[in-house]
Antibody, heavy 115, light 106 residues
Framework: EMQLVESGGGLVQPGGSLRLSCAAS????????MNWVRQAPGKGLEWVAN????????NYVDSVKGRFTISRDNAENSLYLQMNRLRAEDTATYYC????????WGQGTLVTVSS | DIQMTQSPSSLSASVGDRVTITCRAS??????LAWFQQKPGKAPKSLIY???SLLSGVPSRFSGSGSGTEFTLTISSLQPEDFATYYC?????????FGGGTTVDI
C-alpha cells in the first residue's frame, strides 16, 4: 500500500525553525518530482515548493523564498522541508505530494507559529 | 502567475444530481490541469490529471474535460460520499496554483 507520512510539525514561536519530514512506503520517490503544499486553517490549498527527482532543482512560492529549503534523500525514500524565520502566516497543515501532477498526497502535519 | 478561478464557489445538490464545476485559467495551460477532492479534516485526494485522465480507483461517475483556459469537472450522478470540496490546479508553470475551491453540499 502506498503511503506518505509527514512528521515534524508542532508549535513554534515566530522567528523559529522547524524541519518537516515525509517518509514514503510501498513505492519509491525517486524518478518523480515531489512537492510541499500547505493549507491554512479554513482556507484553500497553496503550493509551497517542489524538487526535481535527483534533488538538483528546487522551486518555491515567493512568500517562502529565502526562508524554506526543500530537499530529498532518495536512498531513504524521504522528502524534507527546512523552515526558518517562521511567521504567523506560515501556520498551516503541510502536505507532501508525489509527482508533478500531484497524484498522491500524505495525510499532513500541522505547523502552528504563535507566541 | 496563472490565476485559477473556480465557479461556483459552492453549490447545493441532491443524491443522483449531475454536477458540473468550472475552472478557468488566466492564461492557456494546455491540459496541465488536475482535480482534487477534499473532505473535512482529511487530506486532498487526487481525482483527475492531464484534465481528463481518471486516477486508478476513482469512480467512473467523475469525469474531466477541457483544454487551454476552460475546464470542467462533472459528477454524473452524485453519491452521498461525494459531498466535499473540490479544487482544480494548474501545473503548467511556476508558481503552481490552485483554484479557490467549490464546496458541494446538500
Amino acid at each position: 500500500e502506498m503511503q506518505l507520512v509527514e512528521s515534524g510539525g508542532g508549535l513554534v514561536q515566530p522567528g523559529g525553525s522547524l524541519r518537516l519530514s515525509c517518509a514514503a512506503s510501498g513505492f519509491t520517490l525517486s524518478g518523480n518530482w515531489m512537492n510541499w503544499v500547505r493549507q491554512a486553517p479554513g482556507k484553500g490549498l497553496e503550493w509551497v515548493a517542489n524538487i526535481y527527482k535527483d534533488g538538483s532543482e528546487g522551486n518555491y512560492v515567493d512568500s517562502v523564498k529565502g526562508r524554506f529549503t526543500i530537499s530529498r534523500d532518495n536512498a531513504e525514500n524521504s522528502l524534507y522541508l527546512q523552515m526558518n524565520r517562521l511567521r504567523a502566516e506560515d501556520t498551516a497543515t503541510y502536505y507532501c505530494v508525489w509527482r508533478n501532477d500531484f497524484q498522491f498526497w500524505g495525510q499532513g502535519t500541522l505547523v502552528t507559529v504563535s507566541s | 502567475d496563472i490565476q485559477m478561478t473556480q465557479s461556483p464557489s459552492s453549490l447545493s445538490a441532491s443524491v443522483g444530481d449531475r454536477v458540473t464545476i468550472t475552472c478557468r485559467a488566466s492564461q492557456a495551460i494546455s491540459n496541465y490541469l488536475a482535480w482534487f477532492q477534499q473532505k473535512p479534516g482529511k487530506a486532498p485526494k487526487s481525482l483527475i490529471y492531464t484534465a481528463s485522465s481518471l486516477l486508478s480507483g476513482v469512480p467512473s461517475r467523475f469525469s474531466g474535460s477541457g483544454s487551454g483556459t476552460e475546464f470542467t469537472l462533472t459528477i454524473s450522478s452524485l453519491q452521498p460520499e461525494d459531498f466535499a470540496t473540490y479544487y482544480c490546479q494548474q501545473y503548467k508553470s511556476l508558481p503552481l496554483t490552485f483554484g479557490g475551491g467549490t464546496t458541494v453540499d446538500i
